[in-house]
């Protein structure tokens, strides 16, 4: 139980145009949903946390407009990086948060991820 | 506000021989404390995690870990690694939905 998938796995685009990246809960559902982006050898940074039918919040330094994120049902999350970069290029990775179970309060599972190269 | 620092960017360990994860924290509240792994080019597989009670966790893999909390630590352990264990390590931290990661670390696990 608890799976989440991300699709596409991996994208590759030219500079100017706008990708969008899929997350699902599939066995449960997910009031919560976070994106997360990490950089070759580093951390995961949080970009912003989706809630199902509110507008998301971003992080400190995340550009609202260029990272739409929206979170239209509780298995369902996309995040649309528009009118990409090359610096934009990186591994994008979701998690979802379950909302009725207090034994895994707190707890994030997470998808695969998706490596984003613009060109 | 809550940070983790892993204390180690690297570990090479030979297979079958012990190895120990560093991870402290800071928080003014209490948190709730994960370790997860990640392979290559994929996301991230939680190991194990303390939410409360017993202090010594026990996780998937044979991978365990201590929370301290007069020290503010939760090191991670594996009493003997295998080669499958190569991969990045992220000790995290939680208090309010929200996970902050240390900077992860890498274990290579040589035969």
């Known amino acids: 139980g608890a799976v989440v998938s991300q699709h596409p796995s991996w994208v590759i685009c030219k500079s100017g145009t706008s990708v969008k990246i899929e997350c699902r809960s599939l066995d449960f559902q997910a009031t919560t949903m976070f994106w997360y982006r990490q950089f070759p050898k580093q951390s995961l940074m949080l970009m912003a946390t989706?809630?199902?039918?509110?507008?998301?919040?971003?992080e400190q330094g995340v550009e609202k407009d260029k990272f739409l994120i929206n979170h239209a049902s509780l298995t369902l999350s996309t995040l649309t990086v528009t009118s990409a970069h090359p610096e934009d290029s990186s591994f994008y990775i979701c998690?979802?948060?379950?909302?009725?179970?207090?034994?895994?309060?707190?707890?994030?599972?997470f998808g695969p991820g998706t490596r984003l190269t613009v060109l | 506000a809550q940070s983790v620092t892993q204390l180690d960017s690297q570990v090479p360990v030979f297979e079958e021989a012990p190895v120990e994860l560093r991870c402290n924290y800071s928080?003014?509240?209490?948190?709730?404390l994960f370790w997860y792994v990640q392979y290559p080019n994929q996301g991230l597989q939680l190991l194990l995690k303390y939410l409360s009670g017993s202090t010594l966790v026990k996780g998937i893999n044979g991978f365990e870990a201590e929370f301290n909390k007069s020290q503010t630590s939760f090191h991670l352990r594996k009493p003997s690694v295998h080669i499958s264990d190569t991969a990045e390590y992220f000790c995290?931290?939680?208090?309010?939905?929200?996970?902050?990661f240390g900077a992860g670390t890498t274990v290579t696990v040589r035969a």
């Open positions: 998690s979802a948060r379950p909302g009725s179970s207090e034994t895994i309060r707190d707890e994030q599972f």
């Open positions: 989706s809630n199902e039918g509110s507008k998301a919040t971003y």
């Open positions: 928080s003014s509240v209490s948190v709730y």
């Open positions: 995290a931290v939680s208090n309010d939905y929200k996970l902050s």
